[in-house]
């Protein structure tokens, strides 16, 4: 049956009868890009983890439309001692969903544990003298220098510092926690997720929003809905049928060939919510051959064509993504035109090959995951794996589920013991606004994300950024990271994508930025 087709039978019955029970007002059902496989979003970068610990925890500071930080756990900070003392007082009120109070100890632990794998927060811990909790609602941090990201490094929507239970948060960082008690909007109902299918989220009568308006993971965090259920729906076309339906309220990531129906749907929203975007990339593991050699990784640059990759993931509308995209996000200071040239002069495969053999590549086997329930990373991979192959890459393909591969990928092993070599990937647009930000251009080897990419030259140019007084200063040293990133190749760029949503048109209030479920109301 085609797609259009199921579409059509879709509104004669009901695909799927289960998700039809209890559809008020007071649920609000939601399709996620992928399943929930990884609940810790310590233990993960991965989006649909992040999305859900948005829910369940809340965070010290959140971010507004513009990206700045902005208190949200902490009623304010005092800075002290020529910048270097940070003493930061907890809003009044606050609960954790098992009932006890959050105190200042909790969000220390909770830094600790997050800081000690997170890059930005690495930085922060290593300028630190001291972390103590003086009262149980004010935290002091006391830096060996004046350190003026701690809001942007505690604000996070991408490798976020989730505040727990010390109890929870004494866990080693490489082991998950399981138990999601935050203090967040919304309490997880373990008892009710049935992995590869179902996760479910009831709204925390606990929790006292903060006053401000609402922007992105900022101000007010108001749950107007009693119960929020994730329904996981790998197949495109049964997932389009379930929302024409009314069968799901929300569909995160609809697939370009089935936008068009939607949009002519008389009950159904498409719209861009996340208006800084995705960038997506080929992240490279430089732990294991070949791709610990620099020299095979700017090798492949000759031969990638960005909207290759981006017509694959959006369809042909460009209103739906961006190509010739650097290293930062295009309308931001930090984005720039240097070593541009490496991806935008012209396509040579046979360049690559000769390249690829100067370098020293000798047809060493490249294990490339692939997720087949994430569309528009199958559809991304399928676009890398042939240009693999054409230039004369010994491919691997695996094609797996989102959980393992997000499971995959933490492994720095060799190839022949589970390890991997390269997968496609995307990374919220509004970390890569500035250098501190993106933690994938880091260059920590080891101590960084999965990839591991090391270069001091990066790290050298980072703490200059840091250092620069002006924003003209800023924009140069950026401009000498991204020529620096063409050499390294941390990862290669691939566009930009503006994935729109799809929702009832009962549905009102969804923020701009990731799916958030605060502030959202249903007719």
């Not at 996070?156 to 727990?164: D, E, N």
């Not at 997720?193 to 922007?215: L, N």
Request: proline share 7%; charged share 20%; hydrophobic share 40%.
């Amino acid at each position: 049956m085609k797609r259009r087709d199921l579409l059509k039978a879709g509104a004669a019955g009901s695909l799927f009868p289960a998700l039809a029970i209890g559809q008020t007002a007071k649920v609000l059902k939601f399709v996620p890009q992928a399943d929930l496989a990884l609940l810790d979003p310590v233990q993960t970068t991965g989006l649909v983890t992040r999305n859900h610990a948005m829910m369940v925890f809340d965070t010290l500071y959140g971010v507004d439309n513009q990206f700045q930080a902005q208190p949200q756990m902490v009623s304010g900070h005092q800075i002290t001692d020529d910048g270097k003392t940070w003493t930061l007082t907890l809003r009044d009120k606050l609960t954790f969903h098992d009932g006890t109070p959050v105190l200042a100890r909790d969000a220390i632990a909770s830094i600790e544990r997050w800081s000690k794998v997170d890059v930005l927060g690495q930085l922060m811990r290593g300028q630190l003298d001291e972390l103590s909790a003086p009262t149980d609602r004010t935290l002091r941090f006391r830096f060996k220098k004046p350190f003026p990201l701690l809001p942007l490094a505690l604000s996070k929507t991408s490798g976020m510092c989730p505040i727990m239970p010390a109890r929870l948060a004494a866990t080693d960082p490489g082991v998950q926690v399981t138990e999601m008690i935050g203090s967040g909007p919304f309490r997880f109902v373990s008892d009710e997720r049935v992995p590869g299918s179902r996760a479910v989220y009831q709204k925390f009568a606990g929790y006292v929003p903060r006053e401000g308006t609402p922007a992105f993971t900022s101000g007010a965090k108001i749950a107007y809905v009693d119960r929020v259920e994730w329904h996981t729906i790998p197949d495109a076309a049964t997932a389009a049928a379930a929302l024409q339906s009314g069968e799901v309220d929300w569909w995160e990531q609809p697939i370009p060939d089935l936008i068009p129906v939607l949009r002519g749907h008389k009950d159904i929203n498409v719209q861009v919510h996340d208006k800084a975007g995705s960038m997506a990339m080929i992240r490279f593991n430089q732990l294991n051959a070949p791709f610990d050699n620099a020299a095979v990784r700017r090798a492949l640059l000759a031969g990638i064509t960005q909207s290759d990759y981006m017509m694959a993931a959006m369809g042909e509308d460009k209103l739906r993504w961006r190509d010739n995209v650097g290293f930062f996000l295009p309308g931001t200071p930090s984005a720039n035109d240097a070593g541009m040239s490496a991806l935008t002069s012209a396509r040579s495969i046979d360049k690559v090959k000769k390249d690829l053999a100067a370098a020293g590549y000798k047809g060493e086997k490249i294990v490339m995951l692939v997720p087949t329930d994430f569309a528009v990373l199958n559809a991304m991979s399928e676009v890398a794996g042939d240009y693999f192959k054409r230039v004369g890459l010994n491919l691997d393909y695996q094609s797996l589920d989102w959980g393992t591969v997000l499971q995959r990928l933490a492994s720095k092993q060799p190839i022949d013991k589970g390890g991997w070599s390269v997968f496609c990937n995307f990374v919220p647009g509004v970390i890569t606004t500035a250098p501190p930000l993106h933690t994938y251009m880091r260059g920590t080897g080891a101590k960084g994300p999965f990839g591991w990419p090391a270069s001091a030259k990066h790290e050298a140019l980072l703490e200059s950024y840091f250092g620069a007084s002006t924003t003209p200063d800023q924009q140069r040293i950026a401009r000498e990271m991204q020529l620096q990133a063409f050499q390294d190749v941390p990862y290669i760029p691939t566009g930009l994508l503006l994935q729109p949503a799809a929702y009832r048109k009962s549905i009102s209030g969804i923020l701009d930025g990731s799916p958030l479920f605060y502030n959202v109301k249903k007719a």
